[in-house]
């Protein structure tokens, strides 16, 4: 008896053994799984001393002491404890901008410039994206080379579709055939930092930033990005910034906050207009944009020789980055735009220009919908001959006078006489949906503006905020009958509240009286 006591217990003790080994293995191989991480260095980076604690290094930048490279959760505890270290921090994610649908060459006045002999000649435009089919016949004659990030290789192939779209508004050629891109003239950089899926890191991001800058790119346009920041991504757009080089970066199409790298100080922040020059519900706003641009039902080139239509942010972004080729292919000297007197343009002074010749929509001056307003490209290159030289300092959200005609003085409305709008009636209700054993619910509110006689009032945008069960920042505009309507995010087996609270009403020669409305909140629970 007592031997098959021994015997039970030895063959219980091998298979607890056993047991141990795959979950051993297991815990041995998570801690040497190695993170992605972008390592910033306090002097000249050293790759060398990131491979000796077994890390892969994916990148070395030289327009920033930091390296992209793969390392195990204890090596990067003991790097951050090396004094030559900076910071570490993980490798964001970024995507190219989910598209809506896309047409704006005219709209910004793009072709009446070229009438006039502007074409982006000898400007070089970096396209940061999927890469572009420089085969399509819109684009091969401008098309200088790249590189492609994702593959490691010098062949940066559009195998999206989204990269070739954002090139042709850039620039496609005047030949005849197709579509015509804002600045037809311009030279294409295809940089290749985001996959077939539309996917990229943000070392990636850095490293066609470093390689535009490296190869003397004038702009470096990029219609896409991440919702967190990173100091490395920063550092790498303030260097490109610094060294003279144009960005300008889509501010996202969530509706909500303007996008990194877009909400960069050394970015152009561009949001997205439809044919009415009305912001879109989903493009991102903040006091962070720039300029608005035509981003609805945009026609342009895709791969294979064919041309689409596209939407979004995304589309938005390249007719700035074309008007940004046509002002910089122009002869600043002898402005008063030269405010160095180095006889070219620097970031700074194309953004002063476009500022003041921007075509100003929504609140007077600039605001968090459009920035200075639409860009308008032939102003942008217009009359610089007889730009104002005197160094009297414009105040950048001063209306600027119009002398077309001195027979009548201009009158500036007192805002005291202007119509009063408010939220006339605020609604809300829920919805639910059943899918296998979860049920899915949401909520939807309805707004209407009304002026101080109780009308309709067509156009207005109107933000506000969802908290509760879901969080959340939407902007839409009202339609003929006043009206807009917002749904909140779906969710899973919902128990508790949904809140919507109207943040700003915005309209053209209105004044918003948030003491009469009806109501500022709603809510619903489920």
Same mark, same amino acid.
């Given at each position: 008896?007592?031997?098959?006591?021994?015997?039970? #217990?030895?063959?219980?003790?091998?298979?607890?053994?056993? #047991? =141990?080994?795959?979950?051993?293995?297991?815990?041995? &191989?998570?801690?040497?799984?190695?993170?992605?991480?972008?390592?910033?260095?306090?002097?000249?980076?050293?790759?060398?001393?990131?491979?000796?604690?077994?890390? &892969?290094?994916?990148?070395?930048?030289?327009?920033?002491?930091?390296?992209?490279?793969?390392?195990?959760?204890?090596?990067?505890?003991?790097?951050?404890?090396?004094?030559?270290?900076?910071?570490?921090?993980?490798?964001?994610?970024?995507?190219?901008?989910?598209?809506?649908?896309?047409? /704006?060459?005219?709209?910004?006045?793009?072709?009446?410039?070229?009438?006039?002999?502007?074409?982006? $000649?000898?400007?070089?435009? =970096?396209?940061?994206?999927? /890469?572009?089919?420089?085969?399509?016949?819109?684009?091969?004659?401008?098309?200088?080379?790249?590189?492609?990030?994702?593959?490691?290789?010098?062949?940066?192939?559009?195998?999206?579709?989204? /990269?070739?779209?954002?090139?042709?508004?850039?620039?496609?050629?005047?030949?005849?055939?197709?579509?015509?891109?804002?600045?037809?003239?311009?030279?294409?950089?295809?940089?290749?930092? =985001?996959?077939?899926?539309?996917?990229? @890191?943000?070392?990636?991001?850095?490293?066609?930033?470093?390689?535009?800058?490296?190869?003397?790119?004038?702009?470096?346009?990029?219609?896409?990005?991440?919702?967190?920041? @990173?100091?490395?991504?920063? @550092?790498?757009?303030?260097?490109?910034?610094?060294?003279?080089?144009?960005?300008?970066?889509?501010?996202?199409?969530?509706?909500?906050?303007?996008?990194?790298?877009? =909400?960069?100080?050394?970015?152009?922040?561009?949001?997205?207009?439809?044919?009415?020059?009305?912001?879109?519900?989903?493009?991102?706003?903040?006091?962070?944009?720039?300029?608005?641009?035509?981003?609805?039902?945009?026609?342009?080139?895709?791969?294979?020789?064919?041309?689409?239509?596209?939407?979004?942010?995304?589309?938005? $972004?390249?007719?700035?980055?074309?008007?940004?080729?046509?002002?910089?292919?122009?002869?600043?000297?002898?402005?008063?735009?030269?405010?160095?007197?180095?006889?070219?343009?620097?970031?700074?002074?194309?953004?002063?220009? #476009?500022?003041?010749?921007?075509?100003?929509?929504?609140?007077?001056?600039?605001?968090?919908?459009?920035?200075?307003?639409?860009?308008?490209?032939?102003?942008?290159?217009?009359?610089?001959?007889?730009?104002?030289?005197?160094? $009297?300092?414009?105040?950048?959200?001063?209306?600027?006078?119009?002398?077309?005609?001195?027979?009548?003085?201009?009158?500036?409305?007192?805002?005291?006489?202007?119509?009063?709008?408010?939220?006339?009636?605020?609604?809300?209700?829920?919805?639910?949906?059943?899918?296998?054993? &979860?049920?899915? /619910?949401?909520?939807?509110?309805?707004?209407?503006?009304?002026?101080?006689?109780?009308?309709?009032?067509?156009?207005?945008?109107?933000?506000?905020?969802?908290?509760?069960?879901?969080?959340?920042?939407?902007?839409?505009?009202?339609?003929?009958?006043?009206?807009?309507?917002?749904?909140?995010?779906?969710?899973?087996?919902?128990?508790?509240?949904?809140?919507?609270?109207?943040?700003?009403?915005?309209?053209?020669?209105?004044?918003?009286?948030?003491?009469?409305?009806?109501?500022?909140?709603?809510?619903?629970?489920?």
């Amino acid at each position: 008896m007592a031997l098959k006591k021994i015997t039970l #217990l030895v063959i219980a003790c091998i298979l607890l053994s056993f #047991l =141990a080994v795959p979950a051993m293995a297991v815990q041995e &191989n998570k801690d040497n799984e190695k993170i992605p991480v972008l390592i910033s260095f306090k002097g000249k980076a050293n790759a060398e001393l990131v491979k000796a604690y077994g890390g &892969n290094v994916k990148h070395e930048y030289t327009i920033i002491p930091a390296v992209a490279a793969e390392l195990p959760q204890k090596a990067i505890d003991a790097l951050s404890k090396n004094p030559n270290i900076d910071l570490i921090e993980p490798d964001g994610q970024a995507q190219i901008l989910a598209d809506e649908v896309p047409w /704006g060459i005219t709209r910004i006045n793009a072709a009446s410039a070229q009438a006039e002999g502007f074409t982006g $000649t000898g400007i070089k435009v =970096a396209v940061l994206d999927t /890469g572009i089919d420089y085969t399509h016949p819109d684009l091969k004659a401008n098309y200088l080379g790249g590189y492609d990030f994702v593959n490691r290789d010098n062949d940066p192939m559009d195998d999206h579709s989204h /990269g070739t779209h954002v090139a042709g508004t850039v620039a496609a050629a005047s030949n005849g055939i197709g579509v015509l891109g804002a600045a037809p003239q311009a030279g294409l950089y295809s940089v290749k930092v =985001a996959d077939s899926s539309g996917y990229c @890191s943000y070392s990636n991001i850095i490293a066609g930033i470093n390689w535009a800058v490296d190869n003397n790119a004038n702009v470096i346009t990029m219609s896409l990005g991440g919702t967190s920041s @990173s100091s490395t991504l920063q @550092s790498a757009c303030d260097n490109a910034y610094s060294k003279g080089v144009v960005l300008v970066g889509a501010a996202g199409n969530s509706g909500g906050s303007v996008i990194y790298p877009a =909400a960069y100080s050394s970015v152009i922040a561009v949001s997205a207009v439809d044919s009415t020059n009305t912001k879109t519900s989903w493009s991102c706003y903040g006091p962070q944009i720039e300029f608005a641009a035509p981003g609805v039902s945009i026609k342009s080139t895709m791969p294979g020789g064919l041309y689409g239509f596209k939407s979004g942010t995304s589309m938005a $972004t390249p007719h700035v980055t074309g008007a940004v080729a046509l002002l910089m292919g122009t002869d600043v000297a002898g402005t008063s735009y030269d405010a160095n007197k180095n006889g070219k343009w620097d970031p700074a002074e194309v953004r002063s220009r #476009l500022q003041k010749t921007a075509t100003d929509l929504g609140a007077t001056g600039k605001d968090s919908y459009y920035g200075y307003g639409l860009v308008n490209a032939y102003a942008a290159v217009s009359g610089l001959e007889s730009a104002p030289t005197d160094n $009297t300092p414009v105040e950048d959200d001063a209306p600027i006078p119009d002398t077309s005609s001195d027979t009548e003085p201009v009158v500036v409305p007192d805002s005291t006489t202007e119509n009063k709008i408010y939220v006339g009636s605020l609604t809300a209700v829920k919805d639910s949906s059943l899918r296998g054993k &979860n049920t899915f /619910g949401l909520a939807v509110v309805t707004v209407k503006i009304v002026d101080s006689d109780g009308k309709a009032v067509p156009g207005t945008s109107v933000s506000g905020s969802w908290s509760g069960l879901t969080s959340r920042t939407v902007s839409g505009v009202t339609d003929s009958s006043g009206i807009v309507k917002f749904t909140s995010s779906q969710v899973k087996n919902p128990g508790g509240t949904f809140t919507f609270t109207v943040n700003e009403v915005v309209c053209s020669g209105c004044v918003y009286d948030s003491s009469h409305n009806v109501l500022s909140t709603v809510s619903v629970t489920f």
